[in-house]
């Protein structure tokens, strides 16, 4: 699986949207892009994968760049309940289901 | 709809001991993991069901460890004669479809061996 790279921490205000960034500069052609969080002491959520077009769901909206060396997590209304270490993963899935997590960001949301 | 639920939430169990740990996939997940993680750590993927079958058993550390799944649902993870080592949080999560890499996880039970 490709590597990623991600700030360390980021801090976000109640309200605004929190854009995470994950670098895959090595990414293959049949690889996704996953993202997790991890709130302190609860475990793993899925958030959202995608390819190589832009997705959203009820969480999250995922930007993936033209190149896919890049996206972007979007939290479009961060809340003080979205605190969390967030993680992003490049994978094909398929037999790599033995997800494995980095450093990831930790995000803080500030009232 | 349910979520991945797990029991007990909290075990302490003294050295020796055997334990047994359950876990309640989503209705309709076909595939079910179980990790641990330790305090400050990663995951360590543990076993991989698809059905009642596990094809992937490598991530158990030891003997001592088994787990079984019956009616392509329930699991449960059983440590026998428990050590410090053993320690953490076992999680366990489901996926839809298949083996993937978009995976439900549950709340987690934390293990404390005295």
């Known amino acids: 699986d490709a590597k990623t790279t991600q700030p360390t921490s980021m801090d976000c205000a109640e309200g605004r949207a929190a854009n995470l960034p994950c670098n895959h500069s090595t990414i293959s052609g049949n690889e996704y892009v996953y993202w997790y969080r991890q709130i302190h002491s609860q475990g793993p959520q899925y958030i959202i994968h995608?390819?190589?077009n832009n997705e959203t769901n009820e969480m999250a909206s995922l930007i993936i760049t033209e190149d896919r060396k890049s996206s972007t997590l979007i939290l479009p209304h961060a809340t003080l309940r979205d605190t969390a270490v967030y993680y992003c993963i490049v994978s094909s899935g398929g037999s790599n289901y033995k997800l494995t997590f980095g450093k990831g960001t930790l995000l803080t949301v500030n009232p | 709809g349910a979520g991945v639920s797990q029991s007990p939430s909290n075990k302490v169990t003294e050295k020796g001991k055997d334990v047994e740990l359950r876990c309640d996939p989503i209705?309709?997940?076909?595939?079910l993991y179980w990790y641990r993680q330790s305090l400050g750590q990663g995951l360590e993927f543990l076993i991989y069901?698809?059905?009642?079958?596990?094809?992937?058993k490598s991530g158990l550390p030891s003997d001592r460890f088994s787990a079984e799944r019956t009616g392509g649902s329930v699991s449960t993870l059983t440590i026998q004669r428990t050590q410090q080592e053993d320690s953490a949080v076992y999680l366990c999560?489901?996926?839809?479809?298949?083996?993937?890499?978009?995976?439900?996880f549950g709340p987690g039970t934390r293990l404390t061996v005295t």
């Open positions: 995608g390819l190589k």
């Open positions: 209705s309709g997940h076909t595939a």
């Open positions: 069901f698809q059905g009642n079958s596990a094809p992937d």
């Open positions: 999560a489901s996926t839809p479809r298949g083996n993937s890499y978009e995976q439900y």
